[in-house]
């Protein structure tokens, strides 16, 4: 007898797919519409029209089983859902809620991604469905010059230091959970799952620079972070993204605030030291925020005031400055450079900031 997965059509529904799809009609009626792929009676585009399935934009599958692209009904907004436990030990929903409440949504260095709405649907039990706005990678696309690369790390060093004034400890501030709020950069929005690709799939999507319109980032996904009664707190570690942060090699109790210190620093250096010219700037930050000993690392507060002195030490020059590739050849970094010099002419003329902040 043949598998499920060996009989599935190609291009149809995974079984991850299935839940979301018997779900549609409820989630609808809670304000927020799935892709027409999850629609009951969907009938896929490719068996009338012969094109491939995956060069249609109802071919695109779901890519992570308890996360769903929607768009809002109220206000045609793309947002996120996604699927969360509840209950006494879970903390997701729990720390978002803090960071979304009346006291601490509206202040400016909160970069926790915004919590729209939460509900539950019926005999579904132990689990609610998140609402957040929908976001992008913060490196995608590649920042161009080191003025936005300034932006980004004041932006997050911003944010990382609200939570841990909360005694809030991220625990998986790594690069697959920093986000942007895309909504200037890509005023028409873009496809939820192939992220170049614009909603109906037809072209490509339409796209500003981050200095001429400055995105906002965000820290997301709080299922592992924490709150505590203070900032000396020691816990178990939890490992996430990133499982490199020395104090887990060795196993015990260790300060999840100084470990989120480590994550920061070494996305840095695993994102922009070694993979880019010209940040030497950061090297020696990186270093003290990576060291090997958590209790030698610097306070958030310290990175951001040692980080305000290398800020103000680069010159415009600097910051209007392409970054280049380690990897490319010297050839395509000098056609990048033409055409760099032609834009940052364009930005000047337009009096946009040379560090491109909201």
């Known amino acids: 007898m043949a598998s499920p997965r060996a009989s599935r059509e190609i291009g149809t529904l995974f079984g991850s797919e299935l839940w979301w799809k018997n779900y549609y009609p409820e989630i609808e009626g809670h304000g927020y519409r799935l892709r027409p792929r999850y629609h009951p009676e969907w009938n896929p585009s490719w068996r009338i029209s012969g094109r491939d399935f995956f060069a249609v934009e109802d071919g695109q ?27 006494e030990e879970q903390h997701e929903l729990k720390i978002a809620r803090l ?5 601490l949504r509206g202040e400016p260095r909160n970069h926790c991604v915004p919590l729209l709405d939460s509900f539950e649907l019926q005999n579904v039990h132990n689990e609610k469905l998140m609402v957040m706005p929908s976001l992008r990678p913060f490196d995608n696309p590649p920042f161009q010059t080191f003025g936005e690369f300034v932006a980004f790390f004041s932006q997050i060093c911003d944010g990382l230091g609200f939570m841990h004034e909360k005694n809030v400890a991220h625990r998986d501030c790594t690069a697959n ?20 690709r614009c909603k109906n799939f037809k072209r490509n ?26 900032r000396d707190a020691l816990d178990e570690p939890l490992r996430g993204g990133d499982k490199s942060a020395p104090e887990h090699q060795h196993g015990g109790p260790c300060n999840p605030f100084q470990t989120d210190i480590y994550y920061l620093g070494n996305l ?27 209790a030698k690392r610097p306070t958030i507060e310290s990175v951001i005031m040692i980080f305000s002195v290398i800020r103000s030490s680069l010159s415009t020059r600097k910051l209007r400055s392409l970054i280049t590739s380690r990897r490319d050849p010297g050839l395509i970094n000098a056609f990048r450079l033409s055409k760099h010099a032609i834009r940052t002419i364009l930005h000047i003329l337009l009096r946009k900031a040379p560090i491109p902040d909201t």
């Open 61 to 87: 599958p779901l890519l992570s089983r308890g996360v769903m692209d929607a768009t809002c009904l109220r206000d045609d907004r793309q947002v996120i859902l996604k699927r969360v436990l509840v209950g």
């Open 177 to 196: 959970n920093i986000m942007f709020d895309p909504s200037g950069m890509y005023p028409k929005g873009f496809h939820p799952i192939k992220i170049n």
């Open 268 to 294: 840095i250096r695993e994102k922009f030291t070694q993979k880019y010219h010209g940040f030497e700037f950061m090297e020696g930050l990186v270093a003290e925020m990576t060291h090997e000993d958590p």
């Open 99 to 103: 960071f979304s409440s009346s006291e």
């Open 205 to 230: 999507a339409k796209r500003y620079t981050r200095t001429q319109r400055p995105p906002r980032y965000y820290l997301i996904d709080f299922g592992l972070s924490r709150q505590y009664s203070s």
